[in-house]
């Protein structure tokens, strides 16, 4: 009990000081998550979309796809990103490998598929008869797909709650790609590891509760945004 | 009225090889209301969607004024120039305002205009005090009209209506129903209207279709379809819940005598002898009095014995049926039920005029 408490008075001393280094840490988790997160959505919402409105062959393997594909273990994904970008791995010659970059590509692989299957699952349950009313009120295609969307925005903001929080918390991913290098890969989760195998419990404290106080705050704001003008 | 705005040719549709529909040909006049009754999958909503553009014929052409329809893929324009209205009113989460601008939101409508029509179609079905509250909160007769008013502010060319009313509870169904009744007349917009209730089709439709089994069976105005079906099929929709088999033996002045399960029956229809017809009575053309008491006179030529079966109460009336050899049913207020002493077992004179009947030819 002695070292939770000693180790979390530390971290506060750390987090009020505002210790530049806790700062840097952070933001780069913020702008690697939040970078992945938002190309996510770029990716998985419109293949949700696409997988819930068309039917063609090979959809329903499709969809097992996106849905093995939301619990895609982080340490996999590190792998196998971890050999594209490898020197001499297919895509070497970019030399993105232990760079944020890097990072933000493996939880984009992450995040993804869970987009994509929370939106597909979105606009299902959306009553199939709208879609057909819409077009019966002279909606054009993209007119149709904008509104089922903007119908389905809160079960849509769940999907980016989702992916964020499965980014922001994954390590397997960032360690094996990003390196955990000091002051240029080292993220939240990672840094955390690396300061409990030290000991130094209380920087490990502080850098745990920073990535709760993030989540916290970036899931209570899309709540927010979801649950606003909806009464119970 | 100017012609046919709308038209099928030759019309099939299949789901998975089964065919659904089969409409050979169908025009439905400018300004017209058209009520399409039958029983549930007999293909009305099908054919809904067929004329509203919504669904693709397997084969056969849908008319527009007269020209067939541009491809799938090309028919916005085309579906802009309608609305729907279904079971269901479908709104989205917003406000009541915000849904029924929405159809004159997708044209691109001009933002004043639209403000003005989208009151006055509020105003129109009652909902102007409903404007600023959310769909959510709304009763499902709130809703339809939110709906309604939706499509109708669009001033469509062609208003589809499929079973508008279905789930309502009769007030507020009636309610409804009396306000579009008063919107359709006073706009003339062309309208197919989709019903399993005969009674909405009967408020409702300048004509009326029957569509039995995926094909339309008879389309005429409301009076002739219900007097005179044109199949047994139809006569059993519309209404008619006597059908007795029987053959002409002898034509005579104006009247017809035919014989039906033992009976010698007299009927005012044109026949030829020898042919073989459908006699279809409505339980509100037969009068019953018990046997053996004398009848008033009457000019009910036709009298059968037979003995009552069971008697159902439906509102202040008992359809009740008698055994004459083959079923005949009977339309008996409460009243006279008492009065006249009848009961299950009873024998009883089944009677009736020989302008009642309504003769089906059998092939």
């Known amino acids: 009990m002695e070292l939770i408490w000693h180790g979390t008075k530390q971290a506060a001393q750390l987090l009020f000081r505002g210790d530049p280094e806790v700062l840097r840490i952070t933001l780069l988790s913020l702008q690697v998550s939040g970078a992945a997160t938002l190309l996510s959505l ?188 909806r009464t119970p | 009225m100017s012609g046919p705005i709308l038209g099928l040719e030759k019309v099939r549709v299949t789901y998975d090889g089964i065919q659904v529909l089969e409409v050979t040909s169908l025009d439905i006049q400018e300004g017209v209301t058209l009520a399409v009754i039958g029983p549930n999958g007999a293909g009305k909503s099908t054919l809904l969607r067929l004329l509203g553009l919504l669904e693709r014929p397997t084969e056969g052409r849908v008319l527009f004024r007269g020209q067939p329809v541009p491809p799938w893929g090309k028919l916005l324009p085309f579906r802009r120039r309608m609305a729907s209205v279904f079971q269901e009113p479908l709104l989205l989460d917003g406000t009541v305002e915000e849904n029924v601008s929405l159809g004159l939101r997708l044209r691109h409508a001009d933002p004043a205009e639209a403000s003005r029509r989208v009151q006055e179609g509020m105003a129109t079905l009652g909902i102007g005090h409903l404007a600023r509250r959310r769909t959510r909160t709304l009763s499902g007769g709130e809703a339809q009209r939110v709906s309604l008013a939706r499509a109708l502010v669009l001033d469509p060319e062609v208003l589809l209506l499929d079973e508008p009313f279905a789930a309502l509870d009769p007030p507020t169904r009636e309610g409804l129903l009396s306000d579009l009744k008063t919107v359709l007349s006073k706009t003339r917009i062309t309208t197919i209207f989709v019903t399993h209730d005969r009674d909405e089709a009967l408020a409702l439709g300048d004509q009326v279709a029957v569509m039995i089994g995926g094909r339309i069976l008879q389309v005429d105005v409301p009076e002739r379809v219900f007097a005179s079906p044109v199949s047994e099929q139809v006569a059993r929709f519309v209404g008619v819940e006597t059908i007795l088999p029987g053959y002409v033996r002898f034509v005579g002045d104006g009247l017809s005598t035919v014989e039906v399960a033992g009976w010698t029956l007299d009927v005012a229809a044109p026949l030829t002898a020898g042919e073989r017809v459908l006699i279809c009575l409505r339980p509100e053309e037969i009068t019953l009095f018990p046997s053996g008491v004398l009848p008033a006179p009457s000019s009910a030529r036709n009298r059968l014995h037979g003995k009552v079966i069971h008697h159902l109460p439906a509102g202040p009336i008992y359809r009740v049926t008698i055994d004459c050899g083959l079923p005949v049913v009977a339309a008996v207020t409460r009243q006279s039920w008492e009065q006249l002493g009848l009961a299950d077992g009873a024998e009883v004179v089944v009677s009736f005029k020989a302008t009642a009947p309504h003769v089906i030819r059998r092939a």
């Not at chain 1, 849905?67 to 196998?80: D, E, I, K, Q, R």
């Not at chain 1, 990672?190 to 920073?210: C, H, K, Q, W, Y």
Request: net charge positive; aromatic share 6%; charged share 10%.
């Open chain 1, 42 to 229: 770029l990716v998985g919402i419109p293949l949700g979309t696409v997988l819930a409105l068309t039917r063609f062959p090979g959809r329903s393997i499709a969809i097992s796809l996106v849905n093995t594909g939301m619990g895609l273990p982080p340490v996999v994904v590190g792998l196998f990103v971890s050999i594209f970008l490898w020197r001499s791995g297919p895509l070497g010659f970019l030399g993105l490998l232990y760079t944020p970059t890097a990072i933000v590509i493996a939880q984009l692989v992450i995040a993804a598929p869970i987009v994509t299957g929370l939106t597909l699952a979105a606009v299902q349950q959306l009553n199939p008869r709208l879609r057909v009313q819409l077009v019966g009120l002279g909606a054009s295609q993209p007119q149709v797909v904008w509104l089922l969307l903007k119908e389905a925005r809160l079960p849509l903001l769940a999907a980016v709650m989702a992916g964020f929080g499965g980014v922001i918390s994954e390590i397997g991913a960032s360690m094996m790609v990003g390196g955990n290098i000091y002051r240029q890969t080292r993220v939240l989760t990672t840094a955390t590891v690396l300061e409990t195998s030290r000991g130094n419990f209380d920087m490990a404290i502080a850098l745990s509760l920073l990535l709760m106080l993030l989540t916290f705050a970036v899931n209570w704001t899309l709540t927010w945004v979801q649950q606003r003008g």
